[in-house]
């Protein structure tokens, strides 16, 4: 350890690093224990880099992991806690609410591939519970000639759309649908 002391102990600015010379913390310490701001170098490779309060992961930080993905948001004894955004290292992430750990209240969930691309609804320890709002990816066929679109062809575009489970159902009447599109030309 490098750094400050009071009463034989760690306290204010300093470094841990372990016996290769690897810093394992180097941040704030009140009392002997990680207190204030400070990063965190895991043996996993996990690196935080925020608030603590007695020895655990308090207040707003950033947990990059071993494996890309970045947590940035508020944290609770340790936990991830309050508003947030866990950004996947598939590209998918999560912007809301988490509570344990886990996603937990209102979010939205931005899928990187596949059909669905979005969805904003409640969450129950990690769950999708209730209504959602599901977006879907869009698609187009077009007929080209020369490099150009051919005008008398028939194009058919599936722009991207919200899903309401009361308007757009097979069941609902045409009338009543929204947010899906199919146009010939």
């Not at 969805?119 to 187009?140: N, Q, V, Y």
């Not at 679109?149 to 009447?173: G, H, L, M, Q, Y």
């Given at each position: 350890?490098?750094?400050?002391?009071?009463?034989?102990?760690?306290?204010?600015?300093?470094?841990?690093?372990?016996?290769?010379?690897?810093?394992?913390?180097?941040?704030?310490?009140?009392?002997?224990?990680?207190?204030?701001?400070?990063?965190?170098?895991?043996s996993n490779g996990d690196v935080y880099a925020g608030e603590w309060r007695a020895d655990k992961m308090q207040g707003k930080g950033v947990m990059t992991y071993s494996n890309r993905d970045i947590y940035d948001g508020q944290w609770k004894d340790g936990l991830k806690d309050g508003q947030g955004t866990l950004e996947y290292h598939?590209?998918?992430?999560?912007?809301?609410?988490?509570?344990?750990?886990?996603?937990?209240?209102?979010?939205?969930?931005?899928?990187?591939?596949?059909?669905?691309?979005?969805?904003?609804?409640?969450?129950?320890?990690?769950?999708?519970?209730?209504?959602?709002?599901?977006?879907?990816?869009?698609?187009?066929?077009?007929?080209?000639?020369?490099?150009?679109?051919?005008?008398?062809?028939?194009?058919?575009?599936?722009?991207?759309?919200?899903?309401?489970?009361?308007?757009?159902?097979?069941?609902?009447?045409?009338?009543?649908?929204?947010?899906?599109?199919?146009?010939?030309?």
């Open positions: 350890y490098e750094g400050e002391y009071k009463d034989g102990k760690r306290h204010g600015k300093g470094t841990f690093k372990r016996a290769d010379g690897r810093v394992v913390y180097d941040g704030e310490y009140k009392d002997g224990i990680c207190h204030g701001n400070g990063t965190r170098n895991y598939n590209g998918d992430v999560y912007e809301g609410e988490f509570s344990n750990n886990k996603m937990h209240g209102k979010g939205t969930y931005t899928y990187a591939a596949g059909e669905l691309s979005k969805s904003i609804g409640e969450w129950k320890e990690g769950k999708k519970c209730g209504l959602f709002e599901d977006t879907i990816r869009t698609t187009k066929q077009v007929h080209y000639e020369n490099g150009e679109v051919k005008p008398d062809s028939n194009i058919t575009v599936k722009r991207e759309a919200s899903f309401d489970a009361d308007t757009d159902t097979e069941d609902a009447p045409p009338s009543k649908r929204r947010n899906v599109s199919i146009s010939p030309r």
